[in-house]
């Protein structure tokens, strides 16, 4: 491989382990937060907003990781899918 390409490899491997930390721990995730934008790294919850960039980069800046290597995803309540509010 070139350097470059180590480079991206190395990047996608890990929000590849990140995103397998977070599908591991959905049900926390879930329970915790809702209709947020959680950044990963690290195999823990670096950042949480409303905007999926500026959790990607409070969690670059207090990893030291490229923004490129933070997973990002959003948490949705399921009351935001289906509109119902049960109380």
Same mark, same amino acid.
């Given at each position: 491989? +070139?350097? $470059? +390409?180590?480079? !991206?490899?190395?990047?996608? *491997? $890990?929000?590849? &382990?990140?995103?397998?930390? /977070?599908? %591991?721990?959905? =049900? %926390?995730?879930?329970?915790?937060? @809702?209709?947020?934008?959680?950044? #990963?790294?690290?195999?823990?919850?670096?950042?949480?907003? +409303?905007?999926?960039? @500026?959790?990607?980069? #409070? /969690? *670059?800046?207090? =990893?030291?990781?490229?923004? /490129? &290597?933070?997973?990002? &995803?959003? !948490? &949705? +309540? @399921?009351?935001? !899918?289906? @509109? *119902?509010?049960?109380?």
């Amino acid at each position: 491989m +070139s350097p $470059l +390409s180590d480079k !991206i490899h190395c990047r996608n *491997a $890990l929000r590849w &382990e990140n995103s397998q930390w /977070a599908r %591991e721990h959905a =049900t %926390e995730l879930y329970q915790q937060y @809702g209709d947020v934008w959680v950044a #990963i790294a690290d195999k823990q919850v670096m950042a949480v907003g +409303s905007d999926p960039v @500026g959790v990607r980069k #409070i /969690a *670059a800046r207090k =990893t030291g990781q490229l923004t /490129a &290597e933070i997973f990002v &995803e959003f !948490i &949705e +309540s @399921g009351l935001t !899918i289906y @509109g *119902a509010n049960w109380t």
